[in-house]
Structures are given as structure tokens and as C-alpha cells.
Nanobody, 125 residues
Framework: QVQLVESGGGLVQAGASLRLSCAASGRTFRSYTMGWFRQAPRTSRAFVAAISWSGVNTDYADSVKGRFTISRDNAKNTVYLQMNSLKPDDTAVYYC??????????????????WGQGTQVTVSS
């Protein structure tokens, strides 16, 4: 069982950077694949990034590749999403998610077992 709490969102101008954090609690945190998804107004929830339990394997949506970096510190039970060169199209609620069962199917929200409540990121033009 894992509980997830996101933080670090806010209002920034285009070109700025933000770092989101996802604090996890519960047992066997290091066994979980972790992901970030986002949902903009009037859109469905979309994949952003994923990272394996070891931190060796990562994946990114094409829209954020080269700008966003996912990382984790298992000793601190925390997953991060470093977001650089932010664009207005990045405006969304960002959700942290945890997935059991290995590093596969990471692009699909249905693959994840636990979700945080989300943190708002707003990027002005």
C-alpha cells in the first residue's frame, strides 16, 4: 500500500522552471515504477514521464522530451519532475502515480495502482 502527495506546483511565466515532488509513504516503495501524468482543462489525463524502481529506466512523452526530467530518491521516498523551458501548453494538474508489477505499460494510466491528488501548474504566456 502506497500513499502519494504531490507538491511544487505554481504560477510561472513561459520559459521558467519548476520542480515537482511526490512524497510516498507505505511499504516497499522501492519496488514500484513511478509515473507522472497531467490533465489540462477539457482534456483527458495524459502520460508525462515514468521511472523504474532503480531509477535506471525512464520514459517521456514526446511533448516534454528534452525539457522535463524524472528522478527518484528512494532513501527519501520521493519522486521528482524537473520541468524546464515551460510553455503555456504545459498548464495542467500534474499527478504522481505508482505501479506494481514491473516496468511495463508505463504510458497507460490504467496500469497504475496508486495516485496522488495532483498539483496545479500554470504557465502564463
Amino acid at each position: 500500500q502506497v500513499q502519494l502527495v504531490e507538491s511544487g506546483g505554481g504560477l510561472v511565466q513561459a520559459g521558467a522552471s519548476l520542480r515537482l515532488s511526490c512524497a510516498a509513504s507505505g511499504r516497499t516503495f522501492r519496488s514500484y515504477t513511478m509515473g507522472w501524468f497531467r490533465q489540462a482543462p477539457r482534456t483527458s489525463r495524459a502520460f508525462v514521464a515514468a521511472i523504474s524502481w532503480s531509477g535506471v529506466n525512464t520514459d517521456y512523452a514526446d511533448s516534454v522530451k528534452g525539457r522535463f526530467t524524472i528522478s527518484r530518491d528512494n532513501a527519501k521516498n520521493t519522486v521528482y519532475l524537473q520541468m524546464n523551458s515551460l510553455k503555456p501548453d504545459d498548464t495542467a494538474v500534474y499527478y504522481c502515480a505508482a505501479k506494481d508489477g514491473g516496468y511495463s505499460g508505463t504510458y497507460y494510466r490504467g496500469s497504475y495502482d496508486y495516485w496522488g491528488q495532483g498539483t496545479q501548474v500554470t504557465v502564463s504566456s
